[in-house]
């Protein structure tokens, strides 16, 4: 199954809403191979499975950062007509006892996987912040070069939000017009 679902792709998909991490409904359908209708049909059948920390609804500003961020096309355009759900690591899991499938148990056991990967990542880039700055300190006599090094290490810790370039870009400069 880790053919078919690679952590890297889960790990895309995974959005960071009212500070907890989150799948999209639409994601986890196209996951688990089944349609985002029939997705929260089971989740609404189960709502004692699925409580407020395990799945909540998007509010409309919330689903209109996201319309805007990760391109879901609205519904002037023919898109969701319904707020997005989001489900927590805890919801991910429930829902394979929901589907009940092959598929959903493999697919749960590679989401849970990319939700604990991503969680190790996040503790080795905070311990790895924590040493250094005691190693910055440590240094804090020394030049200003050191501080700039420093500097420029913690800026590619950070997470930056990447943009990316939209059109064809060529290695070769564009010929000017001869006047």
Request: no cysteine.
């Amino acid at each position: 199954m880790s053919d078919l679902l690679p952590t890297a792709t889960i790990q895309q998909r995974i959005l960071f809403v009212r500070g907890k991490r989150v799948l999209l409904d639409s994601d986890l359908a196209r996951f688990y191979g089944v349609t985002t209708f029939n997705l929260n049909k089971a989740v609404a059948r189960n709502p004692d499975r699925f409580p407020e920390d395990f799945v909540f609804t998007l509010t409309p500003v919330e689903g209109d950062h996201l319309i805007f961020q990760i391109g879901i096309s609205s519904s002037a355009h023919g898109g969701r007509r319904k707020p997005a759900r989001v489900f927590t690591e805890q919801g991910v899991a429930m829902l394979a006892s929901v589907l009940r499938t092959e598929r959903a148990a493999a697919v749960s056991v590679a989401l849970i996987r990319a939700f604990v990967r991503l969680r190790e990542m996040l503790a080795d880039n905070r311990q790895l912040a924590a040493k250094l700055a005691a190693l910055e300190r440590q240094l804090a006599t020394h030049d200003g070069a050191i501080r700039e090094l420093f500097a420029a290490i913690r800026q590619l810790l950070s997470p930056a939000p990447t943009k990316r370039e939209i059109g064809f870009h060529t290695a070769l400069p564009r010929p000017r017009p001869k006047p």
